[in-house]
C-alpha cells in the first residue's frame, strides 16, 4: 500500500518507484488516496503522483477533498472483475446471467461488501463534479494549497512557533516552542496546547506525533513508544515531536481563517504558560 498523501504530513510516496517495484515483484500496488489522491487534478502538483496511474487500486475520498458530504469513499479497481469474483452472492433470486433480465451487465451489489447502498452517495459526488467542473474542482484544490501555504509562512513568520512538517498538501504540522521548555517539555507543553485549543472552541486543530531524524541520539536504540501512548515503532536516530496539525479542506475556509488559527495558538499557549497547565 502506497500513500499518496498521508494522514499525519500530507507526504507523498515515490508512487512510480514503488509501480516499478510491484511490477517487478508481482506485487499488487494498492494507493490509499483518501485525503491526498484528487490533488493529482492540479497540474501545478501533479508531478508529484507520478505513477498513481500505474496502480491496480486507488481510493479516494469525495467525502474528503471534493466537497461532499460525509459517507461518500470511491474505490477505483483497473480489473473491475476481480471484484465480482470477490463480492458476488449466487442465491438464486441474486443469480442474473450478464446481460440478461433485469440486472443487465452491472449488479452493484456484486462489487462490494455491501448489498444495499443509498444511491444519494454517488449523486452528492456527481453533482459536486457536474456543478464544479474540472476547472472548479482544480480551483478549489489549489485555494487549500495556497492557504496552507500562507499558514506555513506565518508560522515561519511568527516568533514562538515552528513549522515541522507539511506541504505542498494542505496538513501543516507545528509547535510552539516557549523559549524556558525543552525536548520532552515541549512535547508536553503542546499537547496541553491542543487539549486547551479544542476545548476554547475557536480554532479546531489535531495533534499528532512526528518522527524526525535527530543526529545527536545514539543509533543503537530501538523502541516502542510514542507521545500519544499509541504504540508506533520508533526507528532509529528519531526523535517524536508532538505538533498541532492543521489539515482543512472546507470549502468555505479563508485567509482569515488561517490567520485566526495563529493568533489563537498564540493567545491559547500564553495562557497554558501562565497557568503552566503543563506541569503535571
Ligand atoms: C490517507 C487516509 N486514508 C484513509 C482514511 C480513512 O478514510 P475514511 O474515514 O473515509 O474511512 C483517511 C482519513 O482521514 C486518510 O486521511
Not at 486507488?58 to 461532499?68: I, M, Q, S
Not at 446471467?97 to 449523486?123: I, M, V
Not at 476554547?200 to 512526528?210: P, T
Not at 472546507?250 to 501562565?274: F, G, P, S
Request: charged content about 20%.
Amino acid at each position: 500500500v502506497a500513500s499518496a498523501g498521508t494522514v499525519t504530513t500530507g507526504a507523498i510516496d515515490p508512487l512510480n518507484d514503488l509501480a516499478d517495484f510491484c511490477e517487478q515483484e508481482g506485487l499488487w500496488l494498492h494507493i490509499d488516496g483518501a485525503f491526498g489522491g484528487l490533488g493529482a487534478a492540479d497540474p501545478q502538483v501533479a508531478h508529484l503522483y507520478k505513477g498513481i496511474e500505474r496502480a491496480d487500486s486507488v481510493v479516494l475520498d469525495p467525502h474528503k477533498w471534493l466537497a461532499t458530504a460525509v459517507g461518500c469513499s470511491c474505490l477505483l479497481v483497473r480489473q473491475g472483475d476481480l471484484l465480482v469474483d470477490t463480492y458476488k452472492l449466487v442465491p438464486s433470486y441474486l443469480a442474473f446471467q450478464t446481460g440478461k433480465g433485469f440486472a443487465g451487465d452491472k449488479w452493484y451489489s456484486h462489487r462490494s461488501a455491501e448489498q444495499t447502498r443509498p444511491t444519494n452517495r454517488a449523486l452528492m459526488c456527481l453533482w459536486n463534479i457536474q456543478q464544479a467542473g474540472s476547472e472548479g474542482i482544480i480551483a478549489h484544490i489549489r485555494r487549500h494549497l495556497d492557504l496552507a501555504n500562507s499558514l506555513r509562512l506565518l508560522i515561519e513568520t511568527t516568533p514562538g512557533l515552528e513549522l515541522i512538517a507539511g506541504g505542498p498538501l494542505p496538513v501543516v504540522c507545528f509547535r510552539a516552542t516557549p523559549e524556558a521548555l525543552r525536548g520532552s517539555e515541549l512535547n508536553r507543553f503542546n499537547q496541553t496546547l491542543v487539549e486547551r485549543l479544542q476545548t476554547e472552541g475557536v480554532a479546531f486543530l489535531g495533534g499528532v506525533d512526528v518522527y524526525r531524524g535527530n543526529k545527536k541520539r545514539p543509533k543503537a536504540r530501538r523502541t516502542r513508544a510514542s507521545v500519544t501512548g499509541y504504540p508506533i515503532e520508533k526507528h532509529e536516530n528519531e526523535e517524536a515531536v508532538y505538533c498541532l496539525r492543521y489539515c482543512n479542506l472546507h470549502y468555505a475556509v479563508t485567509e482569515k481563517d488561517v490567520q485566526t488559527i495563529v493568533r489563537e495558538v498564540e493567545r491559547v499557549a500564553e495562557l497554558c504558560l501562565a497557568e503552566q497547565a503543563f506541569a503535571h
